[in-house]
């Protein structure tokens, strides 16, 4: 490993989810304007929009969008395509 190219002030921080109120702590360099107390430690707090505890992909709650009903819009111009043969 290279000297002198990685920061040298990693600490921990709190990363907090902020659609389900899901907090983990991590350690991490980032600058955080705001702070969070935790059984009587101060940490810096970053709050995020989406993290694996809330991402469909992760949660498995993912949902087939059908805008204007494209699926059934394909299907009755494509799908019976073989019947007919």
């Not at 991490?28 to 705001?34: G, I, K, L, Q």
């Not at 702070?35 to 087939?64: A, C, N, R, W």
Request: charged share 30%; hydrophobic share 30%.
């Amino acid at each position: 490993m290279k000297k002198e190219i990685h920061p040298e002030n990693y600490r921990p921080v709190v990363f907090k989810d902020m659609s389900n109120e899901e907090i983990f702590i991590s350690r991490s360099t980032v600058n955080a304007r705001e702070t969070i107390e935790i059984d009587g430690v101060t940490y810096p707090l970053v709050k995020l929009e989406i993290t694996s505890t809330s991402h469909p992909f992760y949660t498995g709650k993912q949902k087939l969008v059908d805008t204007a009903g494209r699926v059934d819009k394909f299907m009755s111009r494509y799908g019976n395509r073989n019947k007919n043969k």
